[in-house]
Each structure stands twice: as C-alpha cells, then as structure tokens.
C-alpha cells in the first residue's frame, strides 16, 4: 500500500531534553492512524514537525512522495490538542480567516463554510462572537476550519474532547465520511475505545522512542495469548474448576450472562488446538460461552508501557 | 506574501473596530483641549480671590509704597504693638500681616522685616511686597544720600532687543521656548505611542498564546510571519490614530481660537516672566514662531521615527509576550524597556532644551533606543537632513537586528505554557 505521510529517522532535542529519539513512521494512504502514548511521550512535538511548527533536528519527512516543504502546509489540516479561537471575533469572519490563511480564495472559503454550516446545524451562527458561544460549539467551528480546505492528511488531536456524545458521534461520522472520500487521518488520543473503533494502524510512543508500530489486526494478533473465555453449567462447579486447574492455567473471567454458569479463562499452550479444548470442555458439562480473549488497545498500551 | 497581508488586515481591524480605540480616539483631543480650558477657568478663578493683608508699620517710611493691586489689599494698623496686631489680624481672617520695625537706620531695615502667617503664605503676594518695599527703600536710601530722583528717572533705559533671523524674518523671544514645547511635546507623544501601542501588541500575542489559538495559526503561517503582521497591523492602527488626532486637533483648535478669540495665548502660559516676553515681542510674531516651525518635517519625521521606534519596541514586546502566559508576568521585563525611554525623555527636556545641538543631545539622538525621542525634540530647533536620514537608518538597521532575536525568542515562547521563563531560559531558546 502507498504511504501518505513518511518519517525516517527523526530525532528532536530541547537542550538536553529528547523529545523524539530515531522515529520513524509510515502512514499508509487513506487509513486512519492512530498515535499513541502517554503524556509527554513526545506525540504532540512529532505531530508539530509534521506541521513544520518546528523543524526536526535530523531525519527526513515525506508528504505523498516529496520532500516535505512549505507549500505543504495546504495539504495539510490540524485540530491541535490546545485550540481555540479569537474571543471577540465574529463565528464567519474568523471561519474565513482562518481558511484564507490555508490558501483559499475569499469565494471558495465563503462557499465551502455555508455548505459545511448547514452540514453541521450551525448555519445560523455567522455573526455570533466566539465568546457568545459554548465550548462544544466552538468546537464544531474549528472542526470546520480544520477541513475546510480539503487536505489529503488530517491530523485530529484529541479530537472529541469537549464534545456531548452527540456530537461527538456527528464527528466521529464525519471523520468515517472524510475517510471515505480519500483523506488520510493521523488520529491522537488516549481514550482507547475510540482507537479501537477507527483507527486501522497505530504506532505507540513512549519516552520518545516508538515502541510499536503496524496494522492493528497484525499487533493485536502478536499480543494475544491462546487465553479463551468459557462459561459452563454443570452440576458442581467447585469441582470442575479444580479439575481444570490440573490441566490448564486458569485465571478469573469477568462476563456478563443471565445463567449462573462457571465463569474462567482458559490459557492452552501454543501448540495445542482450540477444538480439542471445545471437545474436552463438552464433556464437563453444557458450554454457552466461548470467546478467544483479544488483547485491547488499552491492554496493549498498558503492558507495553509497563514493560519499559 | 499573502498571508503577511491577511495578518495585517486582522490585526488592523482588531485594533481599530475595538470599542476602546474608537473612544480614545475621538475623544482624547476633546479632552485635551477641555483640559486646557478648565486650565485656564481654574486659574483665572484662582486669581479673582482678594487678599487682605495687614500692615503694622512703626516706622512710618514704607507705607506709601504699598499700593492695593488686583488681588492684594493692603490695611493699616497704627497705635497698637505688634501682640494686638497680630490679634486683630487673626482675627479678621487676614491673609497675613507685615510688621515693619520703627528704626533709625535705613540699613538695618532690609533685614528686618516680618510676615506672620497663618499656613503658608502666597508666593505672588510675598513676591510683589518684596518688590515694593524695595523700590521705595533704594529711592529712600538715594534721597538719604543726596541723589535726585528726578536725574534717575530720566537716566533709566529701556532696551527691547528686536530679534530678526538672517533672512529678515522676525522673531520673538519666546521662540526657544515655542521649539521646546513643540519638540518636547512631540517626543512625549511618540514616548506614550511606544508604550501604549507596544502593550496592544504584547496583549494580542498573550490573548493568542492563552486563547490557544496560536497552535492553529502557526500551522498555516510561519511564526515570523504572524509576529510581523501584528507589529505591522497595530502600527498602521496608530498611524491612523495619529492622523485622525492630526485633523481632529487642528479643528478643534481652529474652532477654540475663533471662538474664545485670544484669551487663551494670554492666560494659558502660566510664566509670568513668558507673558511679558508675550507682551513685549507681540503676539503676531509667535504665531509667526509657530508658524516658521518645520512642521511638515515635524509631522513626517514623528511619522519615521514611530514607525522605527514603535517596530524596535515592539519587537520587545512581542516577544514578551510570547514568553509569558498572562499580563502579571510581564512586569521583569518590563523594566529594561521603560528604562531607555525613560532616560530618552529626560535627556530630551534638560539636554535638548538647554542646548539642542550640545554633544549629549547630538549623541543620545543617533542612539537607536532613545534617538526617536530625542531627535524629535531636536528637530524644532532645526537639524539638517542628512542627520535625520543617519538616525533613521540607525534605527531601523537596529530593528533587522533586534527582530531576529524577538523572532526566535517569540517562536519558542508561543509554544510554551506553564511557568514563567527566566532571562536564562530565553537566552536558551535563541538556540532551539
């Protein structure tokens, strides 16, 4: 697959402190990729290097092929973690402002706002100020700002901070729809469960260094464990718990059911196969669950965090 | 290129639809001319007061010489000693009393004169009694010795020096005087337009940084780039500001005199010393004065010399604010850049008006940190153009300078959140 965005080798210091040590990313075209890490990991100086906010102290970026360059900028949109936008200032004027600044004619700008106001139920905040208007709404002005001039990469920092369910799900469709029709996004955040269901690749950083990268699926599948999730009934589950001691290691399961079955975690050994574990489990008494336990992203960050 | 523009039009449109830079516009020269009328009312009404004074006088010389003037009253005492009088006069709510000694020897007198005083006396009335008394004990004294008084009268002199330049234009006395207040008036305006508009521009860079919109902006443009256009953007807002008070001044002036004729000329200069020059040299000629003032140069160079010295300081300023996150902060490194101006202004009203061609006025107006001030103030005593032009490009060579620096200190700064940086800490950032 083609990548969109290339980083190789970049290395950041300030003074004597490493804000990015040897990084080097892929972001393959019309994905969404997901950046990881705890705070101060070095996510946000790497997302402003690819803005060109700051200049990497050595290594290479690549937009679509070329050398990363001013003109890039265009190409570009970013919804910063930290954002905000001039209080006193009118909701339309500023949208414009802001666009103009992206390289967008006055018309162009000025059309592209009124679709993407009425797109998003604000058509009728033109002339309101910034001040007269709630967080969450001003959010959905700068998230409009932030696409307005169609680039090919999207980076969204944090995004649905701020936002009520409600529209943080319109966003989150948005995001889907801008996808679909070609963007690539660089998506930071540390609410995992948003990870989960958008993001197809990550990469993970910690104290400046990337510790993983790669397609979700691909990690995930060399994260997991041969642990199965299994409910029984049977008659005396005291003794078959024990009984299952003796064969495999075992561990406590954590599901919801509406029977009162034996709830545990099964781990077989790598060679062995999950049939003969259904097999065996038969016997013991009437199986209603039977789940392979797949790392999550969460689980994934921490552990991998935890290691270092 | 583009982008410069669209910065400088926000900036611009920021400052000037900002409700508070349309009412001090309009109504500072409203002001300033109100003040100068209130000025003026306050003082005549101050001179309106009468004083009594009561005089004890036990030599029975002096008396005559005391004359009621307009605010002075004179009331003798006779036949009681000095105790009662200073009852009396307590009493009466007298502004004070004056007790002259009996005597025998003129001497002695000069020296031996009291004023008692409730508070603390009026410095005209003590100055016109003094006056008095001492013309009538010289012409005593002269008598004593023999002189005709009459023979002196008739020698006395009165020079009025008639004071032309070489091209035989008049002018007045007070023609030093009128450079001095125009030049030290122009250099205090530029001083409060440094300030006031170089705090408009450390505010906007702080309301970014705390706003949290600066990420967002200098994802599209380069920081430099914002950092210029809102230095460029406020100093067109101040440019206006000062033309508009240009106009505005001139017709508010024009309307004052034409309707208050020239009562203010006469009674606005609080000198006395200024009126009779006033008096004496004619009121055409300082007009004259005030119109032979290079003022076209004046105006253009107050022009220049803002631009230059508004980018040097606000150079300063932006960079300040990036460095700090809220105003409170800015206070230790505010101090380094009142300093300068500070310094410029004071150089200005004792070096420049005492001798405005003198080396420390020449030097401290080639001084790229105080030379807008102080060549302003010069300028109304007239300096040639060529020394203009070299403090111009002082000036503006040393802005290249400082911006670079202001740059990579406001690039770091805008970025930074949290607590408040040290100078070591900005000296660091210079190299990130």
Redesign the interface.
């Known amino acids: 697959m083609e990548n969109l965005l290339v980083a190789e080798n970049v290395y950041k210091n300030?003074?004597k402190f490493t804000a990015l040590n040897d990084i080097s990313i892929s972001v393959p075209k019309g994905s969404i990729f997901g950046l990881l890490g705890p705070n101060g990991a070095g996510k946000t100086t790497f997302i402003?290097i690819i803005?060109?906010?700051m200049m990497p102290d050595s290594g290479k970026l690549y937009l679509d092929g070329e050398p990363l360059q001013?003109h890039h900028?265009q190409n570009?949109g970013?919804?910063?973690e930290?954002?905000?936008?001039?209080?006193?200032?009118k909701v339309g004027e500023q949208a414009l402002?802001?666009a103009?600044?992206?390289g967008l004619s006055k018309t162009q700008a000025k059309e592209r706002l009124k679709y993407w106001f009425e797109r998003l139920d604000i058509g009728n905040w033109w002339d309101k100020k910034i001040e007269e208007l709630s967080k969450g709404m001003a959010q959905k002005v700068?998230f409009i700002?932030t696409v307005l001039h169609e680039p090919k990469l999207l980076i969204f920092d944090e995004p649905f901070s701020g936002f009520d369910p409600v529209n943080a799900n319109l966003i989150k469709d948005e995001i889907l729809q801008l996808r679909d029709n070609g963007a690539t996004i660089i998506f930071s955040t540390h609410r995992m469960e948003s990870v989960e269901e958008l993001c197809d690749h990550i990469a993970l950083i910690h104290n400046a260094n990337k510790l993983l990268d790669g397609k979700l699926n691909d990690i995930k599948l060399s994260y997991k464990s041969n642990t199965y999730e299994v409910g029984l009934i049977c008659s005396n589950q005291k003794q078959l718990k024990n009984d299952l001691r003796d064969r495999f290691v075992l561990s406590d399961a954590n599901f919801k059911t509406i029977g009162d079955e034996l709830k545990v975690n099964i781990k077989i050994e790598a060679n062995q196969s999950p049939n003969d574990l259904i097999s065996y489990l038969t016997t013991k008494g009437q199986m209603n669950h039977f789940v392979e336990v797949i790392p999550s992203v969460n689980d994934i960050f921490i552990q991998t965090v935890a290691k270092k | 290129m583009r982008n410069l523009k669209l910065i400088i039009k926000r900036e611009y449109n920021a400052r000037v639809r900002n409700k508070s830079f349309i009412i001090m516009t309009i109504l500072s020269p409203v002001i300033l001319v109100g003040m100068v009328f209130l000025v003026v009312y306050l003082s005549s009404l101050n001179n309106e007061e009468v004083r009594n004074i009561a005089v004890l006088d036990q030599s029975e010389l002096l008396q005559d010489a005391l004359e009621d003037s307009e605010n002075l009253k004179f009331i003798f005492l006779d036949g009681m000693d000095l105790e009662n009088a200073k009852i009396i006069s307590l009493e009466s709510k007298y502004h004070g009393l004056l007790y002259i000694p009996h005597t025998d020897s003129l001497t002695a007198l000069d020296q031996n004169l009291q004023f008692f005083v409730e508070g603390s006396p009026n410095i005209s009335a003590i100055q016109y009694i003094e006056k008095s008394l001492n013309s009538k004990l010289t012409n005593l004294k002269l008598e004593q010795d023999g002189v005709d008084l009459m023979q002196i009268e008739a020698s006395k002199s009165n020079v009025d020096i008639h004071i032309e330049n070489y091209k035989g234009e008049q002018t007045s006395k007070m023609s030093s005087w009128i450079k001095a207040i125009f030049g030290g008036a122009a250099g205090y305006l530029l001083m409060m337009f440094i300030i006031i508009y170089g705090n408009m521009v450390m505010r906007s860079v702080i309301e970014e940084k705390t706003n949290r919109i600066i990420e967002i902006i200098i994802s599209s443009v380069k920081p430099y780039h914002l950092m210029m256009g809102k230095i460029i953007g406020t100093s067109l807002a101040g440019i206006t500001q000062f033309l508009i008070w240009v106009v505005l001044g001139g017709i508010l002036l024009f309307v004052a005199t034409s309707v208050f004729g020239l009562q203010i000329e006469n009674s606005s200069v609080a000198n006395q010393e200024m009126i009779d020059q006033v008096n004496n040299s004619g009121l055409q000629t300082v007009i004259n004065d005030i119109l032979r003032l290079p003022m076209t140069t004046l105006i253009i160079s107050f022009l220049f010399f803002f631009i230059g010295g508004y980018f040097l300081y606000s150079s300063f300023y932006a960079a300040i604010g990036a460095a700090v996150d809220n105003e409170t902060d800015t206070q230790q490194f505010m101090f380094p850049i009142i300093i300068p101006l500070m310094l410029a202004i004071y150089v200005g009203f004792f070096a420049v008006i005492e001798n405005p061609h003198g080396t420390v006025a020449v030097v401290f107006s080639y001084i790229p940190l105080t030379s807008p001030i102080v060549m302003l103030m010069r300028i109304p005593f007239g300096v040639p153009w060529w020394e203009i032009l070299i403090s111009l490009l002082l000036l503006f060579a040393t802005f290249a300078l400082v911006v670079w620096f202001a740059a990579k200190i406001y690039r770091v700064g805008i970025l930074m959140y949290g607590k408040k940086p040290t100078y070591k800490e900005l000296y660091k950032w210079l190299k990130y």
């Open positions: 300030f003074g402003r803005n060109q906010i001013a900028i570009i970013y919804l910063p930290e954002r905000g936008l001039y209080k006193s200032m402002y802001l103009q600044l992206k700068q700002v």
